[in-house]
Nanobody, 125 residues
């Protein structure tokens, strides 16, 4: 069973950048599509970005397209969320997610099998 541990959250000004990391334990990391969700106060958890097991296919929510990227390093069992041009509306708890389904299913949180503990990102105006 894979376990996920996120790091890299914090406070950043509007227009700044942050990189979140999600380190996975276990030897089956490449069996999983990986993704990031976020949940802002008072709102439902929403899909942000995802990447397939090999790293050659990615998918982004419209709200972050062109600003965020989601690379993965299978040699390090780690997936990242590079966030640029941050906006106050990006403020949320960000969760790493893993699913053995194809990437297209990962956008639906019901298909997520493993969640990280979450890391808070705050973007000040």
């Amino acid at each position: 069973q894979v376990q996920l541990v996120e790091s890299g959250g914090g406070l950043v000004q509007t227009g700044g950048s942050l990189r979140l990391s999600c380190a996975a334990s276990g030897r089956t990391f490449t069996s999983y599509s990986m993704g990031w969700f976020r949940q802002a106060p008072g709102k439902e958890r929403e899909f942000v970005a995802g990447i397939n097991w090999s790293g050659d296919s990615t998918y982004y929510a419209d709200s972050v397209k062109g600003r965020f990227t989601v690379p993965r390093d299978n040699a390090k069992n780690t997936v990242y969320l590079q966030m640029n041009s941050l906006k106050p509306e990006d403020t949320a708890v960000y969760y790493c997610a893993a699913a053995r389904s194809t990437l297209g299913y990962l956008v639906n949180s019901e298909y997520v099998e493993i969640w990280g503990q979450g890391t808070l990102v705050t973007v000040s105006s």
